[in-house]
């Protein structure tokens, strides 16, 4: 005869609150147990977005990831570029001016006799501009705006913005200065010099606020300046008979 052994029911602990655990002895099938730990989901976070991220649980918290800058590091490669090519066509416009400005002959020279000396030629007095200070405001702001150029050519905002710093106190100086003795040449300088200095200024502006649109306005300002100092080199050139 053959006895039957009832299956051991599991045992609880009086105490206990967890789910009951048997006792029993695993059979073959059952005695290997892999334990699995029990996956948690993400707690509740106020103001944070669900997003599918790589692993579970895991919350995206909104205002805590910084956002990306409404502006991009610098302005449009394009425009500071532009303003580059703008300034290379300013100096070679200041180089032909000052060529200009170097074949209008000599200063007049002191006449040591009380005779009442001939009234200058215009090019003379267009030296003695030249020669006294006027060639040197003109260097002063070439050498600005190759600083300008060569800051746009490396994408350097913040030098480009203390170029023109530099270059727009400089044309200040200049438009202080005595005006250029020969009436269109004047207004072509004054015009020019006008032109630069708004150039200056909208181009500190846009680099101090990464704006591609003032930096655009710099470089239209700056494509009249040379305009403008075209006409006073054509003027010079007639007056030099060239």
């Known amino acids: 005869m053959t006895s039957t052994v009832p299956p051991q029911q599991p045992t609880r602990r009086p105490d206990a609150t967890g789910p009951a655990v048997s006792t029993a002895a695993p059979d073959d099938a059952t005695s290997a147990m892999t334990i699995v730990p029990q996956q ?37 490669a394009g425009l500071i570029g532009a303003v580059a090519a703008g300034v290379l066509a300013i100096l070679g416009v200041a180089a032909a001016i000052a060529i200009g400005f170097a074949t209008t002959g000599t200063s007049p020279a002191p006449v040591a006799t009380p005779v009442a000396p001939p009234a200058p030629s215009t090019s003379q007095l267009l030296a003695q501009w030249r020669d006294g200070g006027g060639l040197q405001h003109l260097t002063t702001i070439s050498g600005d705006l190759t600083s300008v150029g060569e800051a746009a050519s490396r994408y350097d905002v913040s030098g ?6 530099s270059l727009q106190n400089d044309i ?8 250029v003795p020969d009436v269109q040449v004047q207004s072509s300088w004054s015009a020019a010099l006008a032109s630069g200095a708004r150039s200056a200024a909208y181009c500190v502006a846009g680099a101090q606020q990464l704006d591609p649109d003032l930096i655009n306005m710099s470089t239209t300002e700056m494509n009249d300046m040379t305009s403008h100092l075209d006409d006073a080199t054509a003027r010079l050139n007639s007056i030099n008979g060239i």
């Open 40 to 76: 948690r989901s993400a707690p509740f976070v106020p103001g944070a977005t669900q997003a599918p991220a790589s692993g579970p649980g895991s919350v995206r918290i909104s205002g805590l990831v910084p956002s990306a800058p409404a502006h991009a590091a610098r302005p449009g």
């Open 160 to 165: 480009m913005m203390s170029a023109c710093y």
């Open 172 to 179: 200040e100086s200049a438009q202080a200065f005595t005006p």
